[in-house]
């Protein structure tokens, strides 16, 4: 007669569920912020003193949040470590050298993401990468935009916020005059700046529109769309930031274009590109439901 523990079936060592290896996690990921300290500290210092890089700090916390969410995922995933990841981990490195020795730091914090990159491929291969694709991608927010790329881009951008102050002040009978990003009134001028540029609110907003996509709508193809119309949306909000600046300043105050008042009103600005956002997914959301439903009756 058959027992119990006969009846059962027997568990295979490939049936048990596979374990994270934390111990090798631990000293991987201390390893990474020995090497990279210097670099790390300095990157810290820049988000807490330069206020186009201050999203910096929500940037790891919201991937690493993220990541924390897929813990079973991970877990239930078969690890694969790559021989591949050191060679990617020594690139990094090399990269890391050679942007100290050049003294680039785009170069250097750019070499802690990939040395990351190649970590965990040595850790878990493709399938641990891939499950961690997304956090990985909004990393990058967290690395200010280089010289040479951060001058191209704001400069055409002070450019375009002039342009459209000019013709909305212009439109409500202010008189202006326009030379380059800086915009002649009668009581004073107003300058354009870098930090005028909208490239603050671009950055910061092209972030939390994939973080929102991520949490509020499961189609992969809503957070490339959202990413794309947040490009438009910033330039725009920035520009009539710049316009209503010297609308307030020349019929209520011209204290209003500075100090306090001129960064509650970059914050009122993002606010209201934050809500223009939204009313885009919901557009898209509603323009996919109409193509689902004609699809549906053909």
Not at 160 to 174: D, H, K
Not at 192 to 210: D, N, P, Q, W, Y
Request: hydrophobic letters at 55%.
């Amino acid at each position: 007669m058959a027992t119990i523990a006969d009846q059962l079936p027997e568990t295979s060592p490939s049936a048990k569920k596979p374990e994270i290896p934390w111990i090798a996690v631990g000293w991987f990921a201390a390893l990474l912020v020995l090497v990279y300290f210097p670099v790390l500290r300095h990157l810290l210092e820049q988000w807490a003193t330069d206020e186009d890089a201050g999203h910096g700090f929500f940037v790891p916390l919201v991937a690493g949040y993220i990541a924390w969410q897929r813990r079973e995922q991970l877990q239930s995933m078969a690890w694969k470590p790559s021989k591949w990841g050191f060679v990617i981990m020594f690139y990094g490195a090399l990269q890391g050298l050679i942007g100290f020795l050049g003294a680039e730091l785009f170069l250097q914090r750019s070499a802690i993401l990939i040395t990351l990159v190649g970590m965990l491929f040595a850790l878990g291969g493709t399938p641990l990468v891939r499950g961690l694709a997304f956090p990985l991608l909004l990393l990058p927010f967290m690395i200010p935009l280089p010289a040479v790329i951060y001058n191209q881009i704001t400069f055409p951008l002070q450019l375009f916020a002039s342009q459209v102050a000019e013709m909305v002040l212009g439109f409500v009978g202010i008189p202006v005059l326009r030379d380059g990003n800086v915009l002649e009134l009668a009581s004073q001028k107003l300058s354009v700046v870098e930090a005028c540029s909208g490239i603050r609110s671009l950055m910061s907003l092209t972030f939390l529109s994939l973080v929102y996509a991520y949490f509020f709508d499961k189609k992969v193809w809503m957070r490339w769309a959202l990413l794309i119309g947040t490009v438009p949306i910033a330039i725009l909000a920035n520009a009539g930031r710049v316009a209503i600046t010297g609308i307030l300043s020349e019929t209520v105050s011209p204290d209003l274009a500075h100090g306090f008042f001129h960064s509650l009103e970059g914050w009122i600005i993002f606010l209201i590109a934050f809500v223009m956002l939204l009313g885009l997914h919901a557009a898209l959301n509603w323009a996919y439901g109409v193509r689902q439903k004609v699809k549906a009756q053909q």
